[in-house]
């Protein structure tokens, strides 16, 4: 089955810098590479997501990028504002029109320092 | 607001006992997963069903047990309740198996005293 690795489990930045937070996968089927931000006593939300005929997707100020020979893909947050500060996790799936569920990360808890 | 709910938000029970926790998809959506938050597993998926059939199964444990109703509702069972179980269950639903995008519900907060 799919195997994902997530780093680093918590990141510590100074409000305006960037964050970056890096994903691996074991599965070469996956095709399908969200990111979902969980804050506190609140359930995952989607914030971008990127497929596997795209290198790279952006929207404002996140941007995930994805390199399929290496199986990685990276979660790029600029700017970084309070309100980023909560838990991010990566996931991937072969979507192939079949069922089954996502398999997630670890998590990293972003703290954004004022 | 997601679209999903999840009832209840929070439940204590004693070792042993049956439970039963209860998700409406978003409107239109056809698929329900399950999935448990522990701190040390993280995010892990359940179960999956599809317009009141079950569909895939992850890492669910054979005291478990889940069903989809006509209303496209959805109930998960967890019986023989251990200390290990208390954990953040969450229910996330799509508009077919094969969509790609989840949306979650804020999550059941079970606690086995």
């Known amino acids: 089955g799919e195997n994902v690795e997530q780093h680093p489990s918590t990141l510590s930045v100074q409000e305006g810098d960037s964050a970056v937070i890096k994903c691996t996968y074991s599965d070469s089927a996956s095709n399908y590479f969200p990111w979902y931000k969980q804050e506190l006593g609140k359930g995952p939300q989607l914030i971008i997501d990127?497929?596997?005929?795209?290198g790279e997707k952006k929207d404002q100020r996140i941007a995930v990028t994805l390199n399929k020979t290496a199986k990685h893909f990276s979660l790029h947050i600029t700017e970084t504002q309070p309100e980023d500060s909560a838990v991010y996790f990566c996931?991937?799936?072969?979507?192939?029109?079949?069922?089954?569920?996502?398999?997630f990360g670890k998590g990293t808890h972003l703290i954004i320092q004022p | 607001d997601s679209g999903v709910t999840q009832t209840p938000k929070h439940l204590i029970t004693a070792t042993g006992q049956r439970v039963t926790l209860r998700c409406s998809p978003r409107?239109?959506?056809?698929?329900v997963y399950w999935y448990q938050q522990s701190l040390d597993q993280g995010l892990q998926f359940l179960i999956q069903?599809?317009?009141?059939?079950?569909?895939a199964k992850g890492n669910i444990l054979e005291r478990f047990s889940a069903q989809q109703f006509p209303d496209l509702h959805s109930e998960l069972n967890l019986s023989s309740l251990e200390l290990g179980d208390s954990a953040l269950y969450f229910c996330?639903?799509?508009?077919?198996?094969?969509?790609?995008?989840?949306?979650f519900g804020q999550g059941t907060r079970l606690t086995v005293v």
């Open positions: 409107s239109g959506d056809l698929s």
């Open positions: 990127i497929r596997s005929n795209v």
């Open positions: 069903y599809y317009n009141g059939e079950e569909r």
């Open positions: 996931a991937a799936i072969f979507s192939g029109g079949g069922a089954d569920g996502l398999t």
């Open positions: 996330a639903s799509s508009p077919t198996p094969g969509s790609t995008e989840a949306f």
